[in-house]
């Protein structure tokens, strides 16, 4: 048990959404998370569902999922490395999920539901500011990844 | 309302915040004025101050010369960019030139930063905005990707 809390606090503190933030905070977070277990095949988030909760992948490989045009399913990405996270947009932009995800293999996420981290942000209100600056930071550093893309695809086809 | 305080009030990024916080953010405020083709914020510099759209036109630019591709433009009143310069100490990730004469006001991150210190709550408001706008921008972004490569 306490080996399995020392890897959740871990899980934690190494991941860019908590970053800075304080041992006693990270603890609580701990104490607030929830351990989920998926089946391959299973899915985890579904594109359009009110989004509630952040997950950070413990263990297993997830992909995740958008329908195209005409209901094909288009992939976007895996989820596959220890401390990948995902629905961390429902804290900043609270609405429908954009996208699915779905596990491929026998996958163990870390849970946080928004609920708890209402209580989490009552008891630490520091915290939150310091939460929200992270997931800004890397949908920033997302958006400019995407705007890279963008840019090439453009030029690519512009100069064809 | 002062016209500036009418620009900050109009914008996305000052969403949810009281007539007080407006008025302490307004006073670290810059008044800059721009000629056509001016470069506003230059890709690779330091990020040093957050911008606001009072009156104009800018055009967001990824790239230079031949390789430039405009991202957006924005012509709103209270239309915002630079905001990533308050979340992340990376360079700029790309150019805004002004397309006619634009009068913007400018918030220095340092200045911006004491204010935090004081009014916590004026920097929950404004990250919570950003993040949100971020967010708005990303799944924009990413609809242009796949539009784009379905295609070519």
Known sequence: MEAEIDARSTLLRDSP??????GAEINRLVELSEIQEYSPGETVVVEGSMGDAIFLLYDGELSVHILGTGGRDITLAQVN????????????DPGPRSATVRADGESVLLMLSLEALEVFFGEFADAQVVILRNIARVLAQRLRESNVLVASIASDSSSA | M???????????????????????????????????GDRIVEEGRPSDCLFILADGVVDVVKGEGDQAVLLKTLD?????????????????????????ETRILAFPKQVLTTLFSRVPRVQMTLVLNIARNLSLRLREADTLILELSRGS
């Not at chain 1, 490395?81 to 900043?92: D, M």
């Not at chain 2, 900050?8 to 953010?25: F, Q, R, V, W």
């Open chain 1, 17 to 22: 959404l908590f970053r800075s933030l304080e």
């Open chain 1, 81 to 92: 490395s220890q401390g990948a996270f995902f629905g961390e947009v429902a804290l900043a």
């Open chain 2, 76 to 100: 709103e009143r209270g239309d915002f960019f630079g905001e990533m310069a308050l979340i992340d100490i990376l360079p700029r990730s790309a150019n805004v030139y002004a397309s006619g």
């Open chain 2, 2 to 36: 002062s016209p500036e305080l009418e620009v900050l009030s109009s914008s996305p990024l000052m969403h949810g915040m009281g007539e007080e916080e407006l008025g302490s953010i307004l006073s670290t405020m810059e008044r800059r004025i721009y000629e056509v």
